[in-house]
Each structure stands twice: as structure tokens, then as C-alpha cells.
């Protein structure tokens, strides 16, 4: 019959305070990482300047009339962008507009294009804290 060994008593066993040490880092690595999601939730929720296209009217093969909604904090100046596409897919006429602070403003603006465009994209509204684009 064999004898049966004690691993602990012929390798040594590892020290108990390893684990506690090792659970307290994957702790502060979760807390810490929580924290920054909940930061950039937070932060990122209330962008300073957001737009949405409201619709667009093709006048003619060089012009095209379009209707945007957008929403500027107080004391905030953005700049947003419309972008016309033929039907081809190839942009055919770009325009960037200042925005003043107002809630629910309106803005109407007209692009000229090189050729007929068939649609229009609106690339979203920028400030100089917010440069992704809404």
C-alpha cells in the first residue's frame, strides 16, 4: 500500500494572506472601473449641442432646402454640418452652420450641390468640449 502524502507538508502551502490581497485588487479594479462608467454615462448623456434632421426638399439640380432641429445649452456656440448625396452615393454639396444657445430651435438652411442630390445627412453638431459630433 502506498503511503499517502501531504502536498502542503512536502511543497509548502501558499501564504494566507495571498488570496486576501488578490480579492482586495480585483475589488478596487471593479470600483474603479464602475466609477468611470458611471462618469462617462453621466457626462455623455447631456451633450452640450444635439441635432436631428427633420426633413429635406430637392429644388433643383443645384439646390437643396433643409430643415433641422437642434438643442444648445446656454452660453455654448456649436457648429453642425449637413452633407448632400447624389444617387450615386457621391457627395455632391456640404455645409457647416453656427448655432446660437436656444432649446428646440429650428434651422433652415440650403445647400448647394454640383449635381442633383437625392438625399441628405445631417453629420451632427460639434462644440469646442464636445468634438464628437450629435
Do not use: K, N
Request: proline letters at 4%; aromatic letters at 8%; charged letters at 25%.
Amino acid at each position: 500500500m502506498s503511503e499517502q502524502v501531504d502536498l502542503d507538508a512536502r511543497y509548502g502551502a501558499p501564504a494566507p494572506w495571498r488570496r486576501r490581497a488578490l480579492l482586495a485588487g480585483v475589488g478596487v479594479v471593479v470600483a474603479a472601473f464602475a466609477a468611470w462608467l458611471a462618469w462617462a454615462t453621466i457626462y455623455h448623456s447631456e451633450p452640450e449641442v444635439q441635432s436631428q434632421l427633420v426633413s429635406f426638399d430637392v429644388l433643383d439640380a443645384r439646390t437643396v432646402d433643409a430643415t433641422v432641429d437642434v438643442e444648445v445649452e446656454d452660453g455654448v456656440t456649436g457648429l453642425c454640418r449637413l452633407r448632400a448625396f447624389a444617387e450615386d452615393h457621391s457627395v455632391v454639396g456640404e455645409i457647416a452652420f453656427e448655432v446660437a444657445p436656444a432649446e428646440g430651435q429650428r434651422y433652415e438652411q440650403q445647400l448647394r450641390t454640383d449635381r442633383l442630390a437625392t438625399s441628405v445627412e445631417s453629420l451632427g453638431c460639434t462644440t469646442t468640449s464636445q468634438p464628437r459630433p450629435r
